[in-house]
Structure formats: structure tokens, C-alpha cells
């Protein structure tokens, strides 16, 4: 349209470029976008409606009104339609067109025309598989810079986002102070972003290390090879794919040049080619990344003293006394779980069973240091995390906090470590044969028992003292003082792990609403696996626990366990600690094989450590609802000796899974918990000391995920996988008069306890 050149030097004022403007006599004015229509009704606009075309500024307008409207009222309703965004103010030197009219259509904060005068760097690292590029860029209207001049953005195109040359891309634009965009263009899905720029949000090392969980198979067979770095997978693309990524790229790159800053820009985009469905996955800053944050935090805090703080408890609805509930933990790490981005994939209810059972499991794969291999495909820690909880959604959280919790366990490469042997390091270190309590005869036994039984009841080589370990700081609650520990007592994967000494588990490994909350739940988790050992390898009959009928979730788990043809009970399990320690057991009814399943529970509280108890019971039902009763095909995805287990264990021939005759079923008795995280840990460190224990801690919380987790080892108290060492195992049964004597090394369970 024609435009006089205003008189004042001042804004032409026009509706917005995006809106068409129509009148018809006696009827509204209709200003029309491609999804609406406003209306402007009253004498006054219609008659100032055909002056709003942009050619004139206020004066202008005030003027050409004159006298069919007066200057106040004029002003009046120019001022009311620009506070309504439907007025634009247009400088001088600006021409309208179709650009100007989208940045007004999207609402979108950007400088319309800054894009043309920006600099575009274009990478291609597809070695010009399908090339474009160039041409896409000159498409888009893009400046883009020589050879050698500072460009205001860099695009980077490639096959594959853990391209080690990204790396090298991220560190010199992180140098320079300049921002780049990362593109995939090939495979299934398009990948565009995030936007790194530097000192604002993570850099690539974040981001490809959290796609590497992703891809831990392929990192294994690249080992295997003596490869390293990603494989180098075949280009997969149609060419309206890779256009379609190029011109969709180069869209966010000219909205990024022309001043728009949105926190979508710090996400990754997919679209999948198949059915254009889009996603954003989030991509955050690792606070500990060796690139863009602080590579000491773990090694700060893996050597601090652990300081207990008052946490009042102020949630027992699920399995144990927490300082919050559920809700708020998936309020604060329900942003881990992605399925491309996230530390876990995804939360999954096990479809197998009622849904009564509520076991539901996160897919999430181990971390590795990248120094170091990954770890094997096969391994005892293989299994997502597993919840379980009297609600949905605390198996949810459940499930959610256990996966987190084997992430942190894992050797990542930032952890303390002080090398040296045992005799070197004592008093100050922790003999391993301490926590692991091997007999010497196992260790003479070790090949053949290795040989017959799975990956939790491997018998380690014979501990030598002389030599040389990496060992990491763990913290003496019982006697205030820093030890040491062998680092491969400690974590998965940990560089010495190979020499076979001592082998990393989950036992004492906990997860919680605070570091107190944590260390809390991994005390009892040991006090319960050692009265586990205790009752299991004597094979001692234990009093039966009363399931209290009034109790409605009690009484509805019965009635779906006999619609599903079981029978359910539960035994006491307390040992001399005094902490309620419940095992809960279940069988088929009326059937040869009776596919017993069983669960544990420990607690201050005794309704709690039941309700534990059953719960776990619960979560190992789900492969077992689809096998025939009479165990004739597959127990999918078990072990073999859990699959003989439940083909040839009764309680005919297991009589000690039974409650012992004439005692009277009662629940444990303990004493009332203090309400505080914090003082419940100092009544089990003063409990286990009286006991002659010491309760050693390590925290393992990750800054990256920020929920708290501890490792806890208290020397002495049994695991339940089979150790046969001299102590509790044979001496708390006859202390407490279950036994008369001692049994026999021989005499002891030969089953191993396969959960």
C-alpha cells in the first residue's frame, strides 16, 4: 500500500500486520486472523478504522478524523485499541510484509528484521550425505558468515548427537562465547536442539551423558571390539525428511537470531517421520559436569562428615516414615523420567496379575565413567528398579526412587578414591571379609559353588591384605571419625572390580526423602536381611504374625490372592536387635507346585514391617499369575534356581516357612520411634552400638539428581545371600533359644535365598 511519509517523525500507527481488516455498513468492523475473528462494534471505530492502515502516525490520524470525531475522543480509542494489541506501531524506515505479520500473528518477543542483518554458521558433519545445507540456509534468508568470521549462531548438522566432534564444536564455541544448535536430519526421528550458550544452562558433555544410558548395548559391543565412541550406523533418511529437519532447524535458528528467547529453546525437539507426532524432552545442566559445572562436588561431599539434621516425619501412609509423601517426591524427580533425556525411561505398571498388586518398574540403565567400560549386559543389577506400595502412586514413587537409587550407586569416575592395601591403610580401613562374612571353606569351595549358583551368591576370591585397592572415605556414625572402604565394596563397576576381592550390592543401599530419611531405611534393611539370614540358613521355626482382618487393605490383598488360588501368612522374624523384622509368605493352594513366594519387611513400627512385608510379597507375584499351577512350562524371566524353587519347594519339605506350633501369633514388640529422621538414625547408631556394631555411612547422593541416597554398612550384621562366616549366624539363634547349639556348617541351608 502506499504510505506518505509522516510529518512528525513519528510511529505510523495500523492494526496488526496479521489482521485483515473489513467493513460493511451497519455491521461491525471484522478484524480476521487465520483462526478468529474479532468484532469492533460503535460509530466511533468505524469511522477511525479505514485511517488505522499504517500510512499515518497519531497527529495524522487526529487530524483526518477531524471533525467527524473529536481529538479526545480520537486519542481515547487509539490508546484502548493499542492496550488491546490491536494496534502497531510501525517505525518510519519499516515496510509491512509477511515476516512482520508472523512475529505479530505468534506473539512471539523478537526484533522483526534483526535476523537479516545476523550471521548463520553452518556445520556439516554428514560428510554432505544428501548435502542441502547451503542451499537450505540461503532458503531460509539467511546471512551466513565466511570463512573465519564470528557468526552470531552456528547450526550443526550430523547423523548422531554423541558425535565425539560435537564435542569438540561445544568447546570452542563455549570459548568464543557463542551459541550453537545441534541437527539430526537422518533416522527415524528429526532431532532439533537444544540451544547452548555459554554459562546459561548444560553443554553437550550434559546431554550425551544422559543419551549414552540409552545406548549401554551398543557402548558394550563397541568395547568388545576395542572401539570407542558410537558406532557408525548407516544413514537413514528420505529427502523430504532431511529438508523438512533442515528447514524446521533453520526456522528456530532464524527466531533465535531475531531476539526470541523462550525456555523451550533449552529442550530437545523430536519428530517422528512416521506418524509427525513431536515431543520435547528436557536437557539440564549437570552440576558436577568436568566441562560446565564443578567436576569436585561428589569427591566434596563423599569426604565430608555426614551431619544428621532435624527431619520431622510427616508422612506414614506408605512403608515407612518419611519427612514427605509421595506426591512431593514425584513433585520434585518426576523430571528425571524421560524416555530420551531422563535418568529413567519410564514408570511401567508390570501388566502381569491384579492390578491389586501394584508393582510397577522404571526402565533405567547404569551410568559408566567414560574412562572405564560399561557394564556388562548381564548382570545382577540388569532389572529396571522395581516399586511397590499399598497405593498406586507409592509404587510409583516407589519404583522411581529405586532406579534413581542404582544410578547413584554406580562407579562414575569423580568419586574419592586413596590407593593403597589394607595393611597400609589400617586402622582406618574396613576389612571386607567384615561385610561379605565368606567361610574359608567357601573360598576353598568357590569354583564349584560359582559354578552352580547365580550372580547374588558368588563367593569373592579370599581377601589379600597386602594387595594395593582403591578405597573411598565412608563416615563412622558410631564413633564420629572418617574410615575407608574398598571402593569396589561400594559401587558397580568400579575399577577394581575385576580383581574379584570384593563385590558391590544393594544391601544398605537406600533412597529417601532426606540424607537422614535414607541412612533410616538402609539400617533397616540391614537389621532386616541379617534376621532374614538368621531364620533362613537354621531353618528355625518362627512365631506366626496375626493379619489383622479389620484392617480393609489387609483383608482385600487375602481375597485377590485366593481368587488367584494362594494362601497367605506371616512370621516373626525379630532378632535380638529388637527391631520388628516380618517375613510374609505365600503358596498355591490345592496344587503340586506350589510356587512360594515370599517378602520382608523391617520397622520401628510392627503394622509398618508387615505392611512391608506384604507389599514385597506383592511385587514378586507378577511373573508367577501366568504359570500353570502344575509348573509345567517356563517361569519367564527367572533365574534357575528361583524356577526350581518354585517347581520343588513346599512347605512340606520347607517346614520352617510354616509358624511354629503353640506359640501365639502376636506382632513384634519394639519400642515407640522419635517423629524425627534425625533421631531415628541416633537411636539405631546407639542401638547397633550397644550390640557392638558400628553403622558406617557413604553418602552417594548424585548432584545431578539431588535425591538423597545412602549406602550403609554395618560390619558384622549378616546379608542374606550365603555367607557362612563365624558370627551372628551361629551365635544370635542359640543367644535367643531358638537353637540349643550352634548349627553345623555343614547342617545350614543349602537353598540360598533366591530374591
Not at 556445520?123 to 558468515?145: F, I
Not at 557408525?232 to 535458528?253: C, I, K, M, N
Not at 537389621?527 to 506366626?544: F, I, K, S
Request: glycine share 10%; proline share 10%.
Amino acid at each position: 500500500m502506499s504510505r506518505p511519509v509522516p510529518d512528525h517523525g513519528l510511529p505510523r500507527l495500523g492494526f496488526a500486520p496479521h489482521l485483515r481488516v473489513e467493513s460493511v455498513p451497519g455491521e461491525p468492523v471484522f478484524l480476521m486472523t487465520e483462526d478468529r475473528v474479532t468484532t469492533l462494534a460503535g460509530g466511533q471505530v468505524a469511522l477511525l478504522a479505514p485511517l488505522l492502515d499504517g500510512s499515518r502516525d497519531l497527529p495524522r490520524i487526529v487530524a483526518d478524523a477531524a471533525p467527524a470525531l473529536s481529538a479526545d475522543s480520537t486519542e481515547r480509542l487509539v490508546t484502548r485499541l493499542l492496550d488491546a494489541g490491536l494496534l502497531h506501531a510501525y517505525p518510519p524506515d519499516e515496510s509491512d510484509g509477511p515476516e512482520r505479520a508472523y512475529w505479530a500473528l505468534t506473539g512471539l518477543q523478537a526484533r522483526p528484521g534483526a535476523g537479516r542483518d545476523a550471521l548463520l554458521a553452518a556445520v556439516d558433519l554428514t560428510e554432505g550425505a544428501g548435502g542441502g545445507l547451503h542451499e537450505a540456509v540461503l532458503a531460509a534468508g539467511l546471512r551466513t558468515a565466511a570463512a573465519g568470521e564470528p557468526a552470531d549462531l552456528t547450526l550443526a548438522l550430523c547423523h548422531d548427537y554423541l558425535d565425539p566432534r560435537l564435542g569438540a564444536v561445544d568447546a570452542e564455541h563455549r570459548a568464543a562465547g557463542r551459541t550453537w544448535l545441534p541437527v539430526r536430519a537422518s533416522g527415524t526421528h528429526l532431532w532439533i536442539g537444544p540451544f547452548f550458550s555459554p554459562g546459561e544452562g548444560p553443554c553437550w558433555s550434559c546431554l550425551a551423558d544422559r543419551l549414552r544410558l540409552r545406548r549401554r548395548g551398543e557402548a558394550y559391543v563397541q568395547h568388545r571390539l576395542g572401539q570407542s565412541g558410537p558406532a557408525a550406523h548407516r544413514p537413514s533418511y528420505l529427502p523430504a525428511g532431511r529438508t523438512a529437519a533442515l528447514h524446521l532447524a533453520l526456522l528456530e535458528a532464524g527466531k533465535w537470531l531475531a531476539g526470541h528467547r523462550s525456555t523451550e529453546q533449552g529442550s530437545l525437539w523430536r519428530l517422528d517421520t512416521r506418524t509427525l507426532e513431536s515431543s520435547r524432552h528436557p536437557v539440564r545442566r549437570r552440576p558436577q559436569c568436568s566441562r560446565c559445572g564443578d567436576p569436585l562436588l561428589v569427591r566434596d561431599r563423599v569426604s565430608a562428615p555426614v551431619v544428621l539434621s532435624p527431619r520431622p516425619v510427616r508422612d506414614t501412609t506408605g512403608g515407612g516414615h518419611r519427612t514427605f509423601g509421595p506426591d512431593r517426591m514425584l513433585e520434585r524427580y518426576g523430571h528425571l523420567v524421560d524416555p530420551v533425556t531422563g535418568l529413567v525411561g519410564e514408570i511401567r505398571r508390570d501388566p502381569r496379575g491384579p492390578e491389586f498388586l501394584n508393582c510397577f518398574h522404571a526402565g533405567a540403565q547404569p551410568p559408566w565413567a567414560p574412562e572405564r567400560p560399561p557394564p556388562p549386559l548381564h548382570t545382577p543389577l540388569r532389572s529396571p528398579g522395581s516399586g511397590k506400595g499399598v497405593t498406586e502412586l507409592h509404587a510409583r514413587v516407589s519404583a522411581l526412587a529405586e532406579a534413581l537409587e542404582r544410578y547413584s550407586g554406580y562407579y562414575q569416575g569423580d568419586e574419592p578414591r586413596r590407593h593403597g592395601s589394607y595393611r597400609e591403610l589400617a586402622p582406618l580401613a574396613v576389612h571386607p571379609d567384615g561385610v561379605q562374612l565368606f567361610d574359608r571353606r567357601q573360598f576353598e569351595d568357590r569354583v564349584a559353588w560359582n559354578r552352580a549358583h547365580g550372580p547374588f551368591h558368588q563367593v569373592t576370591e579370599p581377601f589379600d591384605e597386602d594387595a594395593p585397592l582403591d578405597w573411598t572415605p565412608v563416615w563412622s556414625l558410631t564413633e564420629r571419625r572418617r574410615r575407608l572402604a574398598p571402593t569396589s565394596l561400594l559401587y558397580y563397576n568400579a575399577p577394581d572390580a575385576g580383581t574379584g576381592f570384593c563385590r558391590a550390592t544393594s544391601n544398605g543401599a537406600a533412597a529417601g526423602t532426606s540424607l537422614e530419611d535414607a541412612i533410616v531405611h538402609g539400617c533397616l534393611e540391614l537389621v532386616e536381611r541379617d534376621a532374614v539370614a538368621l531364620w533362613w540358613y537354621n531353618r528355625t521355626r518362627q512365631p506366626g504374625v496375626t493379619l489383622e482382618p479389620r484392617d480393609p487393605w489387609i483383608a482385600r490383598m487375602r481375597a485377590v490372592l485366593r481368587d488367584l488360588g494362594r494362601t497367605v501368612w506371616a512370621l516373626d522374624l525379630t532378632s535380638d536387635l529388637g527391631i520388628p523384622v516380618v517375613a510374609a509368605v505365600s503358596a498355591r493352594t490345592g496344587k503340586k507346585a506350589e510356587d512360594i513366594v515370599l517378602g520382608f519387611g523391617a520397622h520401628f513400627d510392627p503394622r509398618i514391617a508387615l505392611r512391608r512385608a506384604l507389599t514385597e510379597l506383592n511385587q514378586m507375584l507378577p511373573p508367577l499369575t501366568g504359570v500353570p499351577a502344575d509348573g509345567s512350562s517356563a517361569y519367564t524371566g527367572t533365574d534357575p534356581e528361583a524356577v526350581a524353587w518354585f517347581r520343588h519347594a513346599t512347605t512340606a519339605n520347607q517346614p520352617y516357612l510354616l509358624p511354629a506350633a503353640r506359640r501365639s501369633t502376636r506382632p513384634p514388640a519394639a519400642p515407640r520411634p522419635p517423629a524425627d529422621a534425625a533421631a531415628q538414625v541416633h537411636a539405631l547408631v546407639a542401638l547397633l552400638r550397644r550390640h557392638g556394631l558400628d553403622v558406617l555411612v557413604l553418602d552417594q547422593t548424585r548432584p545431578d539428581v539431588e535425591l538423597p541416597v545412602a549406602k550403609v554398612l554395618i560390619p558384622g550384621l549378616r546379608p542374606h545371600w550365603a555367607g557362612f562366616g563365624p558370627g551372628r549366624l551361629f551365635d544370635v539363634p542359640v543367644a535367643l533359644g531358638r537353637l540349643t547349639r550352634p548349627t553345623d556348617y555343614a547342617d545350614l541351608n543349602p537353598l540360598p535365598l533366591h530374591l
